[in-house]
């Protein structure tokens, strides 16, 4: 896994891994997540994605997007 940058400092996400067809989230509160891409749909995966990478904005769209 990879850790968060949390550029906020607010982020409840910790460490992440992408692989092809899913993300696992792993939050501080020690529970972890597979995000499948044919569950959240190909936009929000690669958002995820790119949120993972920057370290910003994805315990955000995790929380706030029904579709996540």
């Known amino acids: 896994m990879h850790r968060y940058k949390n550029l ?3 982020s409840g996400v ?3 891994d ?3 067809d899913s993300i696992d989230v792993r939050f501080k509160d020690g529970t972890s997540y597979t995000y499948p891409e044919s569950a959240v749909g190909k936009g ?9 990478k920057v370290g910003k904005g994805l315990s955000t769209l995790i ?3 029904p579709d996540v």
């Open 8 to 10: 906020s400092g607010k």
């Open 14 to 16: 910790k460490s992440y």
């Open 18 to 20: 992408v692989s092809k």
């Open 44 to 52: 929000n995966f690669k958002k995820m994605q790119r949120e993972a």
């Open 63 to 65: 929380s706030q997007d």
